[in-house]
């Protein structure tokens, strides 16, 4: 993986092994930042064959001012564009690699990267996003013009909304925008993610099985609309 400056935001950057042309994903981090997860999650996209992209949402300046912004937009003020700008420089730097089929660009994003996810989908031309337990604005209107979307939630999670995951697949059906949402039952807030033991005791547990089965649908629904592999068919498929 190597680091790359996009309009002044660090990006980790993948490619596949397989011969491009190749369809892309951002990946957008959660709260937690650009951490090792990521860079699994990268590696495992990859190997389905994306050139991936993955922004540290907290670089490009003092960093308790870009975390400050950045968390800011993700939870208080989602109509600001600050965060979702850089998500689309990232999106055109991809785009403009001769390696990359620009017509095949998808976004996925956890918690925090979900939620900006949930908007760069209407405000960036994606091909396809995958939103994990990721917030969605009051005001619909921030929707209009997405991407298909697929959606995993967990039942028990105490950090999104009650009724999220519902409101959002109202809301895209309302537009004619296709998009899967499913509530896993048993399971919180961050199951796909590898969280300290100590966050289990605030709803946030990393859960294998439920992460396997939210990543078998992932994997199809980028299969179909970006064209890469399903993990049946991939070198490295390990997401545990």
Partial sequence: MRTVDVAGTEVRSLD???????PAVVVLHEASGLNRDIARIAAHLAGLGYAVAAPDLY?????PVCIARTVREAFVAPSRTATTDRIEQVRGWLAGRAEV??????VIGFCMGGGFAVVAAARSPFAAAAVNYG??????SLLAGS???I???GEQDRWIPKGTPERYAAALRE?????????FPGVGHSFMNHEPRVMGAVGIRFDGPTAERAWARIERFLAEHLGGTHGSDAADTDTA
């Fill in 175 to 183: 537009q004619g925008v296709p998009i899967d949402v499913e509530i």
């Fill in 101 to 106: 089929d620009e017509d095949r660009i998808g």
């Fill in 147 to 149: 991407c298909p979307v």
């Fill in 59 to 63: 670089s490009g300046g003092l960093r």
């Fill in 151 to 153: 959606a995993n939630y």
């Fill in 135 to 140: 917030r969605v604005p009051q005001d619909t």
């Fill in 16 to 22: 596949p092994a397989q011969d491009p042309p190749w």
